[in-house]
């Protein structure tokens, strides 16, 4: 059965710190992952990796894909409050649909 | 920046009526997608629409969803006889050939109860 993992579930930090998060996948036909920022309703595009070691990177953010080891991670530096979000990761699986299996989310909760 | 736009934001309908979610995708977009994510649950694959049928659906996407494109810009998912275990947020996302560098752009959902 494909499957992505994210963890941690959840993470509450102080502004400034730095977070990662983790998703892990066993999917087939792998196109690609995406990861998506979900605020309050609409999952907002962050970023979508393709090749493995190529770090993708916008501002604080950025994103780095292991294709042998099934596994990416979202980094986040300098925290802000507006940074509080849920975080997804969701894997593009190749072939007529492309269509997005996603992972339960990691709630970030950034303090002041 | 495109959007895709969803109506209603907020349905609710009693169990066994009928429900239309209504979509307007990137206009330029090829690939359509309804997804759903049941509160405190993942985002879950529904169904997805290129070239103007059905590419793919999920088991969830049983005889009582219908999708329809009638006119080109609307993307419509029909729910015949609603039940409980509907009530979800629905979520319409369109991809076009710029995909690989911007993603999927999903719209803000309608958040569907069932009373």
């Known amino acids: 059965e494909d499957k992505v993992v994210q963890s941690p579930l959840s993470l509450v930090v102080h502004e400034g710190d730095t977070v990662t998060l983790n998703c892990s996948y066993e999917v087939t036909n792998f196109r690609s992952l995406l990861w998506y920022k979900q605020e309050k309703k609409a999952p907002t595009f962050l970023f979508m990796l393709t090749s493995s070691g190529i770090e993708k990177k916008s501002g604080r953010l950025s994103s780095i894909l292991d294709k042998k080891e099934l596994f990416s991670i979202l980094n986040i530096t300098a925290t802000q409050t507006g940074d509080s979000a849920v975080y997804l990761c969701a894997v593009e699986q190749g072939g007529a649909t492309n269509k997005l299996i996603f992972g339960t989310g990691t709630l970030l909760a950034v303090q002041p | 920046e495109p959007e895709v736009t969803q109506t209603p934001s907020h349905q609710v309908t009693q169990m066994g009526q009928e429900v239309i979610l209504r979509c307007v995708p990137i206009s330029n977009h090829l690939y359509f997608y309804w997804y759903r994510q049941i509160l405190g649950q993942k985002v879950e694959f529904l169904v997805s629409f290129y070239n103007n049928e059905i590419s793919e659906k999920s088991e969830i996407f049983d005889d009582q969803f219908s999708v329809e494109r009638p006119d080109g810009s609307n993307f419509t998912l029909k729910i015949r006889s609603t039940k409980l275990e509907d009530s979800a947020m629905y979520f319409c996302?369109?991809?076009?050939?710029?995909?690989?560098?911007?993603?999927?752009?999903f719209g803000s959902g309608t958040r569907l109860t069932v009373v």
């Open positions: 996302a369109s991809g076009g050939r710029d995909r690989g560098i911007r993603g999927y752009t």
